[in-house]
Every structure is written in C-alpha cells, then in structure tokens.
C-alpha cells in the first residue's frame, strides 16, 4: 500500500482504498495509508434495514470495517471516508426507500463519501434496455433503472449531507487500541463473527468509540485538560 501511495503522488494522483481483508498486513495500519480510506457495505435482499442495526446481517464484516477506516481517519487528520455501496447482486430490485436507512446508519457512523456500486456507463440509446450492467452486481444506478429519473430528491439528500459531514471533524469518547486485526476482530464479536458482543458504535453506557493497533500511540498527545489529541 505504501508503494502505491508513492506511484500516486509521483503522477498527481490521489489514492483511495478499501485495505483491509484476510492478506498479511496490519489493517490499522494500512487502513491510514490511502488519502481517501474506504470500507464497503452491501444490501441484503432478505433483510429489513429498517430495523439495522437492532438485528444483524449474516456478517458484522461491513459495520466492523466501517469502524476500522473511520477511526484511522479521525486518528490521522483526514476529513474523508469512503465506502463502496450499497452493493448488491440484484440490484434491480432495489429502490431509494430500501436503501436510505442503510445508507444513514453508514453515514452516522462517519462515512461521508459515497462510491455507488454500480453506475455503468450505458453507450447506447434508450432503445436498448436494460442496457449494460456488472453481471447481477451492483445496484444498477443509471438511467435505465425504472426509477432513476425520479431520484433528484433523494441524490440531493445525500450529496447535501456528505457535503455538510466532510466539513467538520468527528468526536468520540473513547480510544480503544488493539494489538493486531485478529485481537480486534474477536474483542468485536463473538460465535464466529455473526454476533457483536456490544453495539459496535458505542461502548456500554452510549459512549463513542475509534479503535485502532498499537502504532496509534506515537501520534498522540494529551491535553492539560485530558483531552487526547
């Protein structure tokens, strides 16, 4: 991640990243590295996110590293958090009214950019639908999805809003430092990752939280007051 970082700013470019998963590398630390840090989360067909996060998804994977790369954001001065969403493989039967709530409970946790996943580009008229698409990935976000044309609404909601959250600075409670991803991971749930042990957004009490390795630490400093800088 570091090498490709370093091709980035040779050629004026910034870098983004979802670095986190199963390779051989700290995810706290990497998950810094990128200018825009991503996690990624994706709609569940079967399952109501109205009531999210009071019941979960098979996988707490997503609300995991949502906390991961926004906590490596807050913890080194970036003001960006990217997420792949809402990913799905049968994105056509999807609609904004399915997907705000999930869309919000990601904002409120401090993401504040969103990557739809998809919008192919279509180069062809309107005589051909559905047009081009990823396979059954994605959402299918692009003129020929039925309700595109009607969404004005809801896209200035959300274009609004992240603008409005990428101007200021999240604030939480507490600093939870953990030694390396697997310690992280199992501090985090229980019965093999389907079920938090806590709310993953807030320590017992309603406290907020960012989490972070070992290699946090040289970076701070403390207030006269306390206050962990």
Not at 8 to 32: H, L, P, Q, W
Not at 71 to 77: K, Y
Not at 167 to 189: K, M, P, R, W
Request: overall charge negative; some cysteine.
């Amino acid at each position: 991640f570091v090498y490709f970082k370093e091709l980035c700013e040779k050629n004026g470019m910034i870098m983004s990243g979802e670095t986190y998963g199963n390779g051989n590398f700290d995810v706290f630390r990497a998950a810094k590295i990128p200018d825009v840090p991503m996690c990624e989360f994706w709609y569940l067909e079967d399952y109501d996110y109205k009531t999210y996060p009071t019941k979960w998804p098979v996988s707490l994977a997503w609300p995991f590293t949502k906390k991961v790369v926004t906590s490596a954001a807050h913890l080194s001065g970036k003001s960006i958090v990217g997420a792949e969403c809402p990913t799905s493989k049968h994105g056509w039967d999807t609609h904004p009214y399915l997907l705000k709530p999930m869309l919000d409970y990601y904002v409120v946790g401090g993401v504040n950019r969103f990557y739809f996943h998809t919008m192919v580009h279509q180069p062809w008229g309107d005589e051909i639908k559905p047009g081009m698409s990823m396979s059954v990935y994605g959402q299918q976000i692009n003129r020929n999805n039925v309700w595109h044309s009607q969404a004005r609404t809801w896209s200035d909601y959300m274009a609004r809003t992240q603008h409005l959250l990428q101007s200021g600075t999240i604030q939480n409670d507490f600093l939870v430092i953990c030694g390396n991803l697997d310690a992280s991971y199992n501090y985090y749930v229980r019965n093999g990752g389907n079920e938090p042990k806590f709310d993953p957004d807030h320590l017992p009490g309603g406290a907020t939280y960012d989490i972070g390795g070992t290699d946090t630490l040289p970076d701070l400093s403390v207030d006269k007051d306390g206050t962990i800088r």
